[in-house]
């Protein structure tokens, strides 16, 4: 498999040098926050994104308030797994950096001394933000924009060709997906022992304030007429 290696005129590389040559044209200062977003910058705006999804559902304490927790839980460890799933297909396909077998890249990392297929950062971000849609759709959606800009990153940065992101992408795409069937039939009955313990339940669901009735999943809420009707 090393032979995907030998890349002559295709338009994986012609899109490589396409993408990689908007690096070249760009100021010093914008090339280096481009390293730092497509390297770090991204994958901590995806957790914190999870973050913020999670306190919007234990803040929200709808009657699905575990499951959604749950499928939360699930984003970071399909991303984990992903990446585990990844490590001997690196070892199969044995693909060099780009920047190995072509010349006049701007590389914007150094040390980057492994294997190039599948793109680790294409495979963790896409990961999450799959896991992520399964929980909340929204912020699923902005989760699978980051992912995609953080795989048009590794291709500017130089250390990846195109397909190296496409199968990141796919990879973590059929990880969360495949398996979130069965990691949501172990972590939710989970989520939902935590949300019924004393000291852990405001992981889950939010403290309901001293005074108010706490939201009794399914209930329709009472309306003043109806209150009046009744006394």
Known sequence: MAGLAESGSNPDVDLLYDINGLAKAAPHWFDRGM??????????????????????????????????????????LAAGIAVLVNMPIRGFVERPRPFVDHQGLDVLVSGKSDFSFVSDHATLTMAMAVGL???????????????????????????????????????????????SPLAMALLTPV???????????W????????GEDPLIPGARAELPEERDLAA
């Open 35 to 76: 390293e730092f977003v497509g390297e770090y910058g991204l994958l901590l705006a995806m957790v914190l994104l999870v973050l913020w999804c999670w306190w919007t559902v234990r803040r929200r304490g709808d009657g699905d308030a575990a499951s959604s927790v749950a499928a939360l839980v699930w984003a970071p």
């Open 203 to 210: 992981l889950i669901r939010a403290r309901v304030p001293s």
């Open 191 to 201: 989520m939902k022992a935590v949300e019924r313990a004393p000291r852990a339940g």
């Open 133 to 179: 849609f399964v929980a909340n759709r929204k912020f699923g959606f902005v989760g699978i924009g980051l992912a995609l800009l953080e795989g048009f990153c590794r291709v500017y940065m130089g250390v990846h060709y195109p397909t190296d992101v496409v199968g990141g992408f796919a990879l973590g795409t059929a990880v969360a997906l495949l398996l």
